[in-house]
């Protein structure tokens, strides 16, 4: 005769057993038999599918004497949902260990496993797959192990909850939006060893205050930081070339040190940044893009090193200037770049010839020139970019800025 123990009788005993040390299998656990898996060329097992409805699930190190090495797409979507185009309707499991041997945890593996809260990961996993942990919503922490190499685009998007991660020094690959809005994050640093950092890769980390940028990367990409919780940032001298939005609308960062080794500031690199204050333009930048400090509202001095070229379109439309130098190396000025409805903007002075000028540059702001430099003279009535201009004589004229 069988004796049937009441599930509330066995879950008290496993507590017990668990209190005084004594290691009793959890009601449901998965066994071999409750995956489906491939046997590949080399005589290893990928596991295909999880078959089974248990909430803590430790996958098998080996199956029929072969070891498992790999885990592939949606296999541990919850088995008693029917359908993975919603992927709302998902529970999943609670807890997954991996075994040592597992080298790859694919493409969409744990996609959307909302129920996850912890997960093991061995020290001999090398890739984390595209969107591996997409939308796992109710994990906290992980720990990378230093044998991981690749963190695939879109491999913890959405994992608003991830308080902490610690990416290891083997990892030379962030990809795309990896770590795309995981709001709870707030901090990470990026290690050393030529990792390269994805597009978006941390954008709306709406509580990542600080991020330490290694010294070998060369470039911030596209949205890299934007819609994050960055108060202030460094870049660091390996970079050349912060990309378009990299921080866009980080509405808190007050103060940004650029590096002497950039020479292009992206279109939209800063726009938002509502709270800055500060930021210092080295002398290698050739290039200020569109926008790219656009709606800095904060900002009421910067110094335009004699090193611009070009100062793009709406570059500092609506920051707090009170006044601007435009040095003699800008050749070229495009449409509204420092426009200023509210009138703040009242003088610019420039140190060199006329450059090529885009339609409402400003708005309220009279134009000084030095008497020494060309192509003023060809301006109609008296105005450039239609407002007035003056001769701007430093040693004489007192209601210039002096010099």
Same mark, same amino acid.
């Not at 990470?188 to 070998?216: H, K, M, N, W």
């Given at each position: 005769?069988?004796?049937?123990?009441?599930?509330?009788?066995?879950?008290?005993?496993?507590?017990?057993?668990?209190?005084?040390?004594?290691?009793?299998?959890?009601?449901?656990?998965?066994?071999?038999?409750?995956?489906?898996?491939?046997?590949?060329?080399?005589?290893?097992?990928?596991?295909?599918?999880?078959?089974?409805?248990?909430?803590?699930?430790?996958?098998?190190?080996?199956?029929?004497?072969?070891?498992?090495?790999?885990?592939?797409?949606?296999?541990?979507?919850?088995?008693?949902?029917?359908?993975?185009?919603?992927?709302?309707? #998902?529970?999943?499991?609670?807890?997954?260990?991996?075994?040592?041997?597992?080298?790859?945890?694919?493409?969409?593996?744990?996609?959307?496993?909302?129920?996850?809260?912890?997960?093991?990961?061995?020290?001999?996993?090398?890739?984390?797959?595209?969107?591996?942990?997409?939308?796992?919503?109710?994990?906290?922490?992980?720990?990378?192990?230093?044998?991981?190499?690749?963190?695939?685009?879109?491999?913890?998007?959405?994992?608003?909850? #991830?308080?902490?991660?610690?990416?290891?020094?083997?990892?030379?690959?962030?990809?795309?939006?990896?770590?795309?809005?995981?709001?709870?994050?707030?901090?990470?640093?990026?290690?050393?060893?030529?990792?390269?950092?994805?597009?978006?890769?941390?954008?709306?980390?709406?509580?990542?205050?600080?991020?330490?940028?290694?010294?070998?990367?060369?470039?911030?990409?596209?949205?890299?930081?934007?819609?994050?919780?960055?108060?202030?940032?460094?870049?660091?001298?390996?970079?050349?070339?912060?990309?378009?939005?990299?921080?866009?609308?980080?509405?808190?960062?007050?103060?940004?040190?650029?590096?002497?080794?950039?020479?292009?500031?992206?279109?939209?690199?800063?726009?938002?940044?509502?709270? #800055?204050?500060?930021?210092?333009?080295?002398?290698?930048?050739?290039?200020?893009?569109?926008?790219?400090?656009?709606?800095?509202?904060? #900002?009421?001095?910067?110094?335009?090193?004699?090193?611009?070229?070009?100062?793009?379109?709406?570059?500092?439309?609506?920051?707090?200037?009170?006044?601007?130098?435009?040095?003699?190396?800008?050749?070229?000025?495009?449409?509204?770049?420092?426009?200023?409805?509210?009138?703040?903007?009242?003088?610019?002075?420039?140190?060199?010839?006329?450059?090529?000028?885009?339609?409402?540059?400003?708005?309220?702001?009279?134009?000084?020139?030095?008497?020494?430099?060309?192509?003023?003279?060809?301006?109609?009535?008296?105005?450039?970019?239609?407002?007035?201009?003056?001769?701007?004589?430093?040693?004489?004229?007192?209601?210039?800025?002096?010099?």
């Amino acid at each position: 005769m069988k004796w049937m123990i009441p599930k509330a009788i066995a879950r008290q005993a496993w507590l017990c057993a668990a209190v005084a040390g004594v290691v009793v299998p959890a009601m449901g656990y998965a066994q071999a038999q409750d995956f489906s898996y491939t046997t590949n060329s080399g005589k290893t097992i990928t596991i295909t599918k999880y078959k089974g409805t248990s909430d803590n699930v430790t996958i098998p190190s080996s199956i029929n004497g072969l070891k498992v090495t790999g885990i592939e797409r949606n296999r541990f979507i919850d088995a008693r949902v029917a359908s993975y185009q919603n992927p709302l309707s #998902l529970s999943g499991c609670t807890a997954v260990s991996l075994p040592s041997g597992v080298t790859n945890i694919g493409d969409f593996a744990f996609y959307a496993c909302e129920r996850l809260t912890s997960v093991t990961i061995p020290d001999s996993v090398i890739r984390i797959g595209r969107s591996a942990f997409f939308d796992c919503q109710r994990l906290t922490s992980i720990t990378i192990p230093p044998s991981v190499t690749s963190i695939e685009e879109q491999a913890f998007e959405f994992c608003r909850r #991830l308080i902490s991660i610690a990416i290891p020094s083997s990892v030379t690959n962030i990809g795309d939006c990896a770590f795309s809005h995981c709001e709870g994050l707030t901090s990470v640093t990026i290690p050393l060893g030529g990792t390269q950092i994805g597009e978006y890769a941390f954008r709306g980390c709406l509580s990542l205050t600080s991020v330490t940028i290694p010294s070998d990367v060369t470039t911030i990409p596209r949205h890299a930081f934007a819609s994050s919780g960055l108060t202030n940032i460094t870049i660091p001298s390996s970079v050349s070339n912060i990309g378009g939005a990299a921080f866009w609308c980080c509405t808190k960062l007050t103060s940004v040190t650029i590096s002497s080794n950039v020479t292009s500031i992206g279109n939209l690199a800063f726009k938002g940044c509502s709270s #800055l204050t500060c930021v210092t333009i080295p002398s290698s930048v050739t290039n200020i893009g569109a926008e790219a400090f656009c709606g800095c509202k904060q #900002l009421k001095s910067l110094t335009i090193p004699n090193s611009v070229t070009r100062i793009g379109k709406s570059a500092f439309e609506g920051c707090s200037l009170t006044d601007v130098t435009i040095p003699a190396s800008v050749t070229c000025i495009d449409d509204r770049a420092f426009y200023d409805d509210h009138q703040i903007l009242t003088h610019a002075y420039f140190m060199g010839n006329a450059p090529k000028i885009g339609s409402t540059v400003f708005y309220n702001t009279t134009i000084y020139y030095l008497p020494s430099t060309a192509g003023w003279d060809k301006c109609c009535d008296k105005t450039f970019a239609g407002r007035p201009m003056v001769i701007w004589k430093p040693q004489t004229n007192t209601t210039a800025k002096s010099k």
